[in-house]
């Protein structure tokens, strides 16, 4: 695998062979669920580039874990996160804003990748970064306003395999799927709207785990 210059001189791994292209109709599995469309690519981002990529980032990114109110009060997360995204791409959630940081150009690529390969439009990512299975994220759905109504959002997962739950709003349907190093996931239709989702503890999950989330937000008129 070869090697970019990014910004500030850094090295980047190469997205561009074509060892990893077309993907979106190789290996998929589809989950048909009540309110729900989910698709899921196993390793569609195969280990070596996931191991570089994961390094850089890992890297390469300025992390951060903010304080958000959780029943009226103000807690840090358990676990670290950078939102990235063009410019108006600010998002608020759980009574905090968050501005966009300047895409980095290795975010920016898989952004890009991401979206030819799932014919959408993307255009901010929130990384995730769980450094074991102590860190963790619980029970929410996509639902924020910026995000629009029935809104698409693909997960890249890099690292440590983690349980990834889901479970109906309203009724009694629960879905659990281990989420490997490389596996795209797509949440499609109404599935933020009726569906919860999170990322449980995991005492046995050892070392580290990178999920980037993809999101479109309309650019204001």
Same mark, same amino acid.
């Given at each position: $695998?070869?090697?970019?210059?990014? %910004?500030?001189?850094?090295?980047? !791994? ?6 990893? #292209? ?6 998929? #599995? ?11 690519? !196993? /390793?569609?981002?195969?280990?070596? /580039? ?7 980032? #890992? =890297? ?6 903010? %304080?958000? /109110?959780?029943?009226?009060? $103000? ?7 950078? *939102? $990235? +995204? ?14 966009? #940081?300047? *895409?980095? !150009? ?6 890009? *990748? ?22 963790? $994220? ?7 306003? %910026? ?15 983690? /349980? ?6 309203? @009724?009694?349907? =629960? &879905? ?5 190093? +490389?596996? &795209? ?6 599935? =933020?709207?009726? *569906?919860?989702?999170?990322? !449980?503890? @995991?005492? =046995? ?12 937000? %309309?650019?204001?008129?």
């Amino acid at each position: $695998m070869s090697t970019a210059v990014g %910004e500030k001189g850094a090295i980047l !791994p190469d997205l561009s062979d074509s060892d990893n #292209q077309s993907r979106s109709a190789v290996g998929c #599995q589809r989950f048909v669920l009540p309110d729900a469309e989910l698709w899921l690519w !196993p /390793r569609w981002l195969d280990t070596k /580039r996931s191991a570089a990529v994961m390094q850089t980032l #890992q =890297q390469q990114l300025q992390w951060q874990q903010p %304080e958000l /109110r959780l029943f009226g009060n $103000m807690v840090s997360i358990p676990r670290q996160q950078v *939102w $990235m +995204g063009d410019t108006h791409c600010s998002y608020r959630y759980s009574g905090v804003t968050f501005m966009p #940081q300047p *895409w980095h !150009p290795l975010v920016q690529k898989l952004t890009a *990748w991401v979206n030819q390969q799932l014919n959408r439009q993307f255009n901010c990512v929130l990384l995730n970064l769980y450094q074991d299975g102590s860190d963790h $994220m619980g029970w929410h759905s996509d639902d924020e306003p %910026e995000l629009g109504f029935c809104p698409d959002v693909a997960s890249l997962s890099l690292g440590q395999a983690r /349980r990834f739950d889901l479970k109906h709003k309203h @009724q009694q349907y =629960q &879905l659990s799927l281990p989420l490997q190093d +490389g596996d &795209l996931l797509l949440m499609q239709g109404p599935c =933020q709207q009726h *569906w919860l989702h999170r990322v !449980p503890k @995991q005492a =046995q999950a050892s070392s580290a785990r990178l999920n980037l989330t993809f999101r479109y937000i %309309e650019k204001p008129l």
